[in-house]
Nanobody
Framework: QVQLVESGGGLVQAGGSLRLSCAAS?????????MGWFRQAPGKEREFVAA???????YYADSVKGRFTISRDNAKNSVYLQMNSLKPEDTALYYC?????????????????WGQGTQVTISS
């Protein structure tokens, strides 16, 4: 089992930045997991934001490419999402997810474990 806890959400103005963190715990070898960030806005489906595999290869949704950066620190069992140039349409509940396979994917159904989410609100 893996427990994931997100933090770092908040309210910022458009153009600002936030850094989300996700701490993993449990009987697991964190470095073997692929990690992803997803988000869900009110009335919309959950969507892929970014992912990072065990070797550090990263993947991004087109809507965030060039603005968001995903990274991981295996020594701290943590994954991060640096979000710059934020837009009102980035407003959503952001979830961290862990996939026990080494190949990162944009498909939410592949992820075995999910955090509770952290709210990000961008004002215009």
């Amino acid at each position: 089992q893996v427990q994931l806890v997100e933090s770092g959400g908040g309210l910022v103005q458009a153009g600002g930045s936030l850094r989300l963190s996700c701490a993993a715990s449990g009987r697991t070898t964190f470095s073997r997991y692929s990690m992803g960030w997803f988000r869900q806005a009110p009335g919309k489906e959950r969507e892929f934001v970014a992912a990072i595999n065990w070797s550090g290869r990263t993947y991004y949704a087109d809507s965030v490419k060039g603005r968001f950066t995903i990274s991981r620190d295996n020594a701290k069992n943590s994954v991060y999402l640096q979000m710059n140039s934020l837009k009102p349409e980035d407003t959503a509940l952001y979830y961290c997810a862990a996939d026990s396979t080494p190949i990162a994917t944009k498909d939410a159904v592949a992820y075995n474990y999910w955090g509770q989410g952290t709210q990000v609100t961008i004002s215009s």
